[in-house]
């Protein structure tokens, strides 16, 4: 298996609501990610998990809460979004968090995401 | 931190010619530069990358250089064909491995 999976592939939410988007990788990889993109912009990375621990936040707002229950699954919990919070969400993995000669990150194809 | 600037913003060109997209880095320890070519309602995929103990890479159409003394390198295509039509980001990643994208070229090749 050599894929970045997401679910859901879109969503719709209201400024209330509360909701989760998942990411998955059976490839093995140490370091996952979360990344916003907005139309025609290119992605900003969110966080940063290495060895199931979270290692770079970049300085998201806490209405996004990320979780990392396992090496292989990724979760994104939103909670009272804005609707400028609308954008497509890319996790990414790659194999070796420290970087160095394994450090390619793959893309899953993103959920797109409406705030109402 | 580090600051991605990528230059053009459009691209369009002719089926069979070339196109290069350039891309400046402002962190001297950024050492890994990936290509991403990302479709429309598609993912980023990687189509190339380049390390910084390396000044270039091929592979069949497409090739990367990178010149460290002057922080930038570049995406180059030949012979292109309209599936090459996408937007293609340039990022630079130091060994944190946290990538910062350039602003993005969209690449149209005409028929």
């Known amino acids: 298996d050599t894929e970045v999976t997401q679910t859901p592939k879109h969503l719709v939410m209201g400024m209330t609501n509360k909701k989760s988007l998942k990411c998955e990788q059976h490839?093995?990889?140490?370091?996952m990610y979360w990344y916003k993109q907005k139309a025609k912009k290119p992605p900003e990375l969110m966080f940063v998990?290495?060895?199931?621990?979270?290692?770079i936040n970049e300085s998201v707002p806490s209405r996004f809460s990320p979780e990392c229950p396992n090496s292989s699954l990724l979760n994104l919990h939103l909670h009272a979004l804005q609707p400028e919070d609308s954008a497509l969400y890319l996790c990414?993995?790659?194999?070796?968090?420290?970087?160095?000669?394994?450090?390619?990150?793959?893309f899953g194809p993103g959920t797109r995401l409406t705030v109402l | 931190g580090e600051n991605v600037e990528q230059h053009p913003s459009t691209l369009s060109v002719q089926e069979g010619d070339s196109a290069v997209i350039k891309c400046t880095y402002s962190?001297?320890?950024?050492?890994?530069f990936p290509w991403y070519k990302q479709e429309l309602g598609k993912r980023p995929q990687l189509i190339i990358d380049?390390?910084?103990?390396?000044g270039e890479k091929k592979d069949q159409r497409i090739a990367v250089t990178l010149n460290k003394t002057a922080k930038h390198f570049s995406l180059h295509i030949t012979e292109t064909q309209p599936e090459d039509s996408a937007v293609y980001f340039c990022?630079?990643?130091?060994?944190?491995?946290?990538?910062?994208f350039g602003g993005g070229t969209r690449l149209m090749v005409k028929p």
């Open positions: 990414a993995s790659s194999q070796d968090p420290s970087g160095g000669l394994r450090d390619t990150q793959y």
């Open positions: 490839m093995g990889h140490r370091a």
């Open positions: 998990y290495s060895y199931e621990k979270l290692s």
């Open positions: 962190d001297s320890a950024s050492n890994y």
């Open positions: 380049i390390r910084s103990n390396v």
């Open positions: 990022a630079a990643s130091n060994a944190g491995n946290m990538l910062t």
